[in-house]
């Protein structure tokens, strides 16, 4: 056999990196090794060439032995080229990463030849052996994700995975990292999306980076919060990025969260009698003040079902003529659907018996915690008739309640005027700093000095005019974008106490207009199409694209409403499917409920709640609200026939019921019965 090269002799040894050709028919062995590969390697080009044995196969890594030979052995199965990855050791013992890339082709004699071209990767291994330590040794999230629109997540290291609890995938189930992978909005809560967007574009556009704190969902649907910063770079491939490093921070924020829900729950006691803290995402509601002599000191601190709490306690002492305006104002507060006055806290005024079994006169008000959480504060208001009682509440404890109002109420900004036109913010709540275009962070130090009025409403949406209307006349309106929906809203601006003294303390409400989100909600909801599959695994779509279920149970709990096909669950019947082995008890009762609540707030986080209804505990899918293969094809319609192939419901076991009937009723339309 030719061992040469002929004209191609020079180009081979000097120019094509690490080339070098084997003989793959045993033994085998190189015939030809290029003077580029000797350099690389430090040897002579007899000490690679031996008709009898492969003295290349020596020099790689005795730890990369085995990868190297299974790599010899796929090249000899056939025409087709591979490549492999492994370590060698030069002759000076220096070691090297290799990524080696080999052609074979049969000779006309029947000889299996392989032509090999090497690449050191030294400098690649070294760097991402570095980027391995800093991800095992730190305790920071790191990601790279794409400057799109919705950016796309490159790289996720193993601490920010662990960060998010992302679920060993399972077969037939959604793997949710890769779900997020494409969509990094996916991990960022509702309401904190358009502040990170805002971050995003600030990033981008001033090259530079931009540190903060903000919440992150994590995939089992809790919460963890971190402190990090975002940062736009130049990947290899000359594409711009972001990359993001995150530390949690979770532990610190709840201990700073209760140490501040202390001091608040204090100044709350020196007003009111009472105080009960409401958790709609665990659906309890326990007692955190009362006098000593209340019935509800023996409860307090207790977490309690709210509708225990409501029918046994609260409405059944309310006078009977009230109780009805009394269960709608706490049923509509846990259905989200109450709301204040010109942006205040909503209150009710009503007649309830006091533990000694007299009459009195009570006023109460939800004051807003966070998303999940608000409390209920509610003081008697003695011999007096409601209006009088509201009228008192409102001179003598102004001052008081305006503090708490600014602790606690969204949708509230409070600054000073000079008469120079400087201004001066003395408080705002979150989503009132970002309407004005600013930061929690750089809102701050805004606090701390006067600032131009023009250059303080620069950043907002809206003009410098339609705020000095607004402190002119008291009363104005502007647009803002509502992340729940979607869309751009209207937002009522009220100013208080406007006087001619432009040196008083001005304090801005804003609230949404009446009207506008009925109208958004609908129209975002008409374009939005609801499918399920039941026909194999189940899963649910919107516009063709998955919800990501973060609860198994929720998951579990649709899917059981909607094999019912329109007809109620009852909680009973539920917790005998979803937990087939546990009784029905008081412990199974409350995780059904905690089921069913997660399971209502995805399906509002993705705008589609009223595909789901709950009447008294009981709950139905409602069919005229979405598409099911299962709905299609026992309509008996020709065109639907073929849709059941003979699986349904493979998540779960208790739908083997339903699959029975399915394949008995195919096997009778086939029989022509």
Known sequence: ??????????????????????????????????RNLCELLGVQEDELLDNGKDLYAQLVHPADRETYCDFIHKITLGEQAHTGEYRLVKKDGTVIYVRDTVTPKKLHDGTLVGYSVLTDITDIKKEHDDLRFLNETIPCGFLRYT??????????????????????????????????KG?????IPMEERRRFSKYLDRVYSADAPVAGDMALLRCDGTRAH?????????????????????????ERYQARKADEGKRYLQALADVYDKIFEFNLAANTVKCLHCSETSYFKRFENIAMQIEDVLEQWLVSSVSPEQQDAVRRFFND????NLH???GKPPRIAYMARSTDGSVKHYTGVFIKIDESASLYCCRETRDLDNAAALKLENTQLKEKMRDLVMQFSDGLAAFEISPEGLVKPLYASENVCEFFGYTKEEWLPLTECFTPFDRFVAYSDATYEDFADLLRTGEAEFTYFDHHSGTERKVKAICSEKEPNVNASRYVMLYAVEGNAAVDKQASQENRIVSIRTFGYFDVFIGGNPIAFRNKKSKEL??????????????????????????????????????????KSTLEEYGISDVVEAVGGKRRIVLDKVEC???????????????FKGSYLTNYSWGETTLGELVNNRKLNLLGL
């Open 629 to 643: 293969d299962l709905y299609k094809y026992l309509s008996g319609e020709e065109e639907y026939a073929q849709l």
């Open 558 to 599: 649709f899917a059981l409403l909607v094999d019912r096909k329109g007809g109620y669950v009852a909680s009973e019947e539920a917790i005998s499917f979803l937990w087939e082995d546990e009784p029905v008890n008081t412990l199974t009762l409350s995780r059904y409920r905690k089921v069913a609540l997660r399971l």
């Open 1 to 34: 056999m030719d061992n040469t090269l002929n004209n191609m002799e020079e180009i081979l040894s000097r120019q094509i990196c690490g080339f070098h050709q084997y003989v793959l028919t045993p033994p085998i062995h190189l015939n030809y090794v290029s």
């Open 226 to 250: 971190v402190f990090g910063w975002v940062t736009k770079c130049i990947n290899e491939h000359g594409e711009a990025e972001f990359q993001s490093v995150c530390m949690d921070v979770t």
């Open 340 to 342: 204040g006055v010109d």
């Open 183 to 187: 969509d990094i909005f996916l991990m």
């Open 147 to 180: 400057c799109e629109k919705q950016p796309k997540i490159i790289y996720i290291n193993r601490k920010m995975i662990e960060l998010l609890r992302f679920p060993e995938v399972k077969d037939g189930e959604i793997d949710y990292l890769e779900l997020y």
């Open 333 to 336: 507060f846990c259905q989200k």
